[in-house]
């Protein structure tokens, strides 16, 4: 059958999602459904967003999507080690997939995504005591070991974290992602397999101050919830080895 309507949802919640004063004009036909200008409260912020379900030959889900001030605290970002904590997020995002299933449709995920996290806390990152210790310290004994002890523990304050994502066929790769605030940058690069769950990021640290001091680096690497914390402290050895 053929529909065509506006509806107001009070509440309206699909599995885990809940969505607060909810409106969207729905049409249906020949078995295509095209639902435009949704409009609701979600996550403590506003979402719109814009979908059509092709049904026709292959199926297919395209869409747009706009989250305005959400709050992270409600979004769950992150594991038992490392998690995203306190702040706001906006993100925006187009998206393509097969709809013949859930598998098909993350192996055949296409998608552009911009996101800002603005004044949040990343758990499991010390990034202060690191800065302290490579202050006072003479010499490179240890170094490796109280980076790498700091990469999975304490709590660091950024400003803003934003970058892109871009998917294809489930394989994303972030561009132009930078973390800052606090007397320190964090450039991050890396990839990652939706299906399989895993990822390869590489963050590269540069405090502000002083200025000679040079960066150093650590990655994650493997499954998502439990990736593997690999560190590269080579400049900083070059640094006190100088100095010897």
């Not at 038992?80 to 598998?103: L, P």
Request: proline share 3%; net charge negative.
């Amino acid at each position: 059958f053929d529909l065509n309507g506006n509806f107001k949802i009070q509440d309206l919640s699909y599995q885990k999602y809940n969505f607060r004063q909810a409106q969207t004009d729905v049409s249906l036909l020949q078995g295509n459904a095209d639902m435009k200008d949704f409009n609701a409260g979600y996550l403590g912020g506003s979402l719109e967003a814009a979908l059509q379900l092709q049904m026709q030959d292959a199926p297919k889900l395209n869409g747009k999507v706009r989250l305005s001030n959400a709050e992270v605290n409600q979004m769950n970002v992150g594991g038992d080690v490392y998690a995203v904590n306190n702040g706001s997020f906006n993100t925006s995002f187009t998206f393509s997939g097969s709809a013949e299933s859930q598998e098909a449709f993350i192996t055949s995920l296409k998608s552009n995504a911009n996101f800002d996290f603005s004044n949040v806390s990343v758990k499991g990152w010390d990034l202060q005591a690191v800065y302290e210790d490579i202050l006072k310290r003479e010499s490179s004994d240890g170094l490796a070991a109280i980076v790498k002890e700091a990469m999975s523990s304490g709590n660091t304050p950024f400003d803003s974290f934003k970058g892109r994502v871009e998917t294809v066929d489930g394989k994303f790769a972030l561009a132009d992602t930078m973390m800052s605030g606090n007397g320190v940058n964090v450039n991050v690069l890396g990839e990652g397999n939706l299906p399989e769950w895993d990822m390869n990021v590489l963050f590269n640290v540069k405090y502000s101050e002083p200025r000679y001091l040079p960066g150093y680096a650590f990655s994650l690497k493997g499954p998502m919830n439990a990736p593997l914390l690999d560190v590269d402290v080579s400049a900083l050895f070059e640094l006190y080895k100088s100095r010897q």
